[in-house]
């Protein structure tokens, strides 16, 4: 699964967060609804990103893949059996650019981050750390 289109459909979101909260600054009041629900930027991230990157991970493999939130903002922890495995991440929301760092058995980081653009990316590491575990 190309992640590309993910990062571009986050990319608008951030965007049009931006552009409405300028908007309500300025003093300018809404014509119409807003079309950007007002979620954190924690939720936007995770709803068009990481859902559906774990998606697509869990129908691939056929494993039960989950996440957590990580410490700061666009931070996720993606776990195997309860064993964190990669660290997805979005330092910059609105360049909409998808990092991961890769995770050895003990949590430690074994690879250098690498710039994310195919879920199989994930899945060729995922072979090789069902191994170790």
Not at 52 to 62: A, Q
Not at 66 to 84: A, E
């Amino acid at each position: 699964m190309n992640t590309q289109h993910l990062a571009r459909s986050l990319r608008e979101l951030v965007t049009k967060m931006e552009h409405d909260k300028r908007m309500v600054r300025r003093g300018i009041p809404y014509i119409h609804l807003p079309t950007v629900p007002r979620w954190s930027l924690s939720l936007v991230i995770c709803e068009t990103i990481v859902l559906p990157i774990v998606n697509e991970l869990c129908r691939d493999t056929g494993q039960i893949i989950t996440f957590q939130y990580g410490t700061t903002t666009g931070f996720f922890y993606l776990m195997l059996k309860s064993r964190k495995f990669a660290i997805l991440y979005i330092p910059n929301p609105a360049s909409g650019q998808i990092y991961i760092k890769f995770l050895n058995e003990k949590g430690a980081q074994c690879m250098p981050s690498r710039l994310l653009n195919d879920a199989d990316q994930i899945t060729d590491y995922l072979n090789i750390f069902n191994r170790l575990i």
